[in-house]
């Protein structure tokens, strides 16, 4: 099984560029979520989706936007790039978010370098 | 707005030894409790997971503790090995669908 996979793995990008990470699931996962990792800070959540067509804001969603048209894909675009946007994104499904035993499965990472 | 904590932030101990990692969160009103496993450029990885009503969970040489009255989880790892290096994590789900909690980790060197 492929769990979930996020492409790129590395990414550079210059001030004010646009770009999408992409983030796919083969578990027929309801759940799924965008989190950024910085030192010191810890994970937050940018957007996450409880189903296809349903989306939500976490505690950091300024800048990126994201979309659920089918169960497995939930892409994560940022609209103009900025350096406080370099990090390392972590994507993240799970059965459901409602579930008590449903634990969160992740992705690799895609590290975004904004300079 | 829950708080995780975790002690200590890194740890090396020699290989063979039992330890544990602790984790406190402020809000005793959780609907579970994971910890996860962070090797170096991965991503993270599930290894056990506490239902709120749960008081312990087992997989393999570790073992997962939750009391809710005061706030603190423990993950237990048995005859550690050089392969257990790693950050752990643990995250506490408040019941809605906007994400985890998590603590900044503890990095766990084994030394051979």
């Known amino acids: 099984n492929a769990g979930v996979t996020q492409t790129p793995k590395f990414q550079v990008l210059k001030t004010g560029q646009s770009m999408t990470l992409q983030c796919a699931q083969d578990?027929?996962?309801?759940?799924m979520s965008w989190y950024r990792q910085d030192p010191g800070m810890g994970l937050r959540l940018i957007h996450y989706s409880v189903g296809a067509g349903i989306t939500d804001q976490g505690e950091v969603p300024n800048g990126y936007n994201v979309s659920r048209s089918t169960t497995e894909d939930f892409p994560l675009r940022l609209l103009s790039a900025a350096p406080s946007q370099t990090s390392v994104y972590f994507c993240?499904?799970?059965?459901?978010?409602?579930?008590?035993?449903?634990?969160?499965?992740f992705g690799n990472g895609t590290r975004l370098t904004v300079t | 707005k829950q708080e995780v904590t975790q002690i200590p932030a890194a740890l090396s101990v020699p290989e063979g030894e039992n330890l544990v990692l602790n984790c406190s969160f402020t809000d005793s009103a959780i609907y579970n409790l994971q910890w996860f496993r962070q090797d170096p450029g991965k991503g993270l990885t599930s290894l056990l997971l506490i239902q709120s009503s749960q008081r312990e969970q087992t997989s393999g040489r570790l073992n997962a503790s939750l009391d809710k009255s005061s706030g603190r989880s423990t993950l237990y790892i048995a005859a550690s090995q050089p392969g257990d290096s790693a950050t752990y994590l643990c995250a506490i789900s408040g019941g809605g669908a906007d994400g985890l909690t998590f603590g900044k980790g503890t990095h766990l060197i084994i030394q051979p």
């Open positions: 578990m027929n996962h309801e759940y």
């Open positions: 993240a499904s799970s059965y459901s978010a409602g579930a008590k035993n449903s634990p969160l499965h």
